[in-house]
Nanobody, 121 residues
């Protein structure tokens, strides 16, 4: 069974930094893209950043220049370095992966359980 496990959330002051990690485990044949979404109270879940197996990156306009996504393909792990955090970055952050499980014949999307990021003084 495939699992995505996130870590690294917490409380940070405005202007501070956090680093999120997400490791995919289980019987996985291949991972195409991994990324991070977030959902603030009363708002829809939105894409924060994504990265393909080839290294192509995509960022939401609101985080460009502040957040950096990276990936370790050997470890099936994706990272999100968040700098210059703002109160409006407060949300639950979810890891997402588009992957092919060993028992499947097509790629599917998997989600982590979410990790809370709170930016407040």
């Amino acid at each position: 069974q495939v699992q995505l496990v996130e870590s690294g959330g917490g409380l940070v002051q405005p202007g501070g930094s956090l680093r999120l990690s997400c490791a995919a485990s289980g019987s996985i044949s291949s991972i195409y893209a991994m990324g991070w979404y977030r959902q603030a109270p009363g708002k829809q879940r939105e894409l924060v950043a994504a990265i393909t197996s080839g290294g192509t990156k995509n960022y939401a306009d609101s985080v460009k220049g502040r957040f950096t996504i990276s990936r370790d393909n050997a470890k099936n792990t994706v990272y999100l370095q968040m700098n210059s955090l703002k109160p409006e970055d407060t949300a639950v952050y979810y890891c997402n992966a588009n992957l092919l499980a060993s028992a499947d014949v097509r790629y599917s999307y998997y989600w982590g359980q979410g990790t809370q990021v709170t930016v407040s003084s």
